[in-house]
């Protein structure tokens, strides 16, 4: 492998505002103080780790209900703290921009249980405390138990929840991108003159989920539209991703299926009339690592130790909306048609999982594969699924925090750096500017352009 990659390795931290992310049962490791979630200090230090290891942003994932799907209920979500308790992950952001300069913030926020229009202000005001390093991971949402708990019966079908998500997104650009020209504000204090409103622009929009009338609230920010993450994989996640996705995350347990999911995204990209390099494709991924091999397996027992496999069952059972309580080790699943995660259910019935299959792999009480070894060893695992999985990069899941990504900052990112893998130093610019080295906005070639105010005016405006 001696011939370096076109790009950098990207590394995002995958986090949550919680006790127990994907790693479940770790909170018990004496080393983890993911129990003090609930303190600034935790994530101040966090994001000050982060920046050392140069991580290009930290992914923080998010979700509305509880996972009540195993055994009916969330006995085992409680005990464990399976995403349970949560708070909200934007609250986060300026405590961790305020403490680094380089360190970009990925936030998820479910499009069916907020009116784009506040939305829209929440983000640029982020946008701007950050000087541009943030990202949004556009979600549609797939549990029951959120849906419920904001007063529907249940989610909508998987492909109307994408369509809702495509009126959303155009409501989005048109207040980003189509409300204030880019030389409104003057901030002229002689002329007492602080923007022009004859470049401030109304949206009005009819769509089929979405009416909007009014002024998008915040000035232009460093980016106008934040980094759009999105984790969609089935056939109508995949055509929203290819329309709208800057960055693409998937989950999956080997290099084949990941060359597999990278070259049909890239295709859909290419099939939207996008160049298929406007996207970055990420799987999560866990590593454990150490100065010395034995070192590391050491620490692969200790975590072992840790884990709550039943617990990562029952995260697992919410993604496929499918009861594992209810059957036996070795029983045959039906998996079959799901409204939650899909692409997860279409996988599973392929390899044909069973509850004692399912349990072995969480092991560590999460499902992402595993790089174990030294930093070189490491190294090795992670430029072999960027060649063959043809992935951009990875979004690394904690197992024991802090720890897992001080390890991966002092151990394995200066081996990358050594054979020319991964960055040096922070380049300039926003979070978009130094992921793809185009510029802080979006590209022409994307479907937000048709609305960009001095493009096409008229299109910013109905």
Known sequence: ????????????????????????????????????????????????????????AIFLADILGTYDVYGGGIDVTAREAV????NDPLMLVSAMAAVTKGLGFGVTVNVNNEAPYSFARRISTLDHLTDGRIGWNIVTGYLDSAARAVGRDGQTGHDLRYDQADDYLEVLYKLWEGSWEEDAVRADRAARVYADPAKIHPVHHRGPFYRVDGYHLSEPSPQRTPVLFQAGTSGRGQRFAARHAECVFISVPDKAAARAASRAIRQAVADAGRDPQDVRILNGISVITDASRAAAFDKLAEYRAASSPEAGLAHYSASLNIDFGRYGLDDPIPFGQTNAIQSAAKLAESRGWTKRQLL??????????????????????????????????????????????????????????????????????TLRARIFGQGDRLPATHTAHAFRIGTQLKGAAE
């Not at 995403?83 to 949560?86: G, R």
Request: charged share 20%; hydrophobic share 35%.
């Open 1 to 56: 492998m001696a011939d370096r990659l076109p790009r950098p390795i990207i590394v995002n931290a995958f986090n949550m505002n919680c006790v127990g992310h994907i790693n479940h049962g770790q909170w018990t490791h004496p080393r983890d103080t993911s129990v003090n979630y609930k303190r600034l200090e935790y994530w101040t230090g966090l994001a000050k780790t982060l920046e050392r290891g140069l991580f290009d």
């Open 360 to 429: 072995d792999q969480l092991a560590l009480g999460g499902r992402y594969p595993l790089a174990l070894g030294t930093p070189a060893e490491v190294a090795d695992e992670l430029e072999s699924w960027v060649r063959e999985g043809e992935i951009d990069g990875f979004n690394l899941s904690r197992i024991v925090t802090p720890e897992s990504y001080a390890d991966f900052a002092d151990l394995v990112v200066p081996e990358l750096q050594t054979r020319g893998l991964y960055k040096t130093s922070y380049g300039q610019g």
């Open 83 to 86: 995403q349970l308790p949560v």
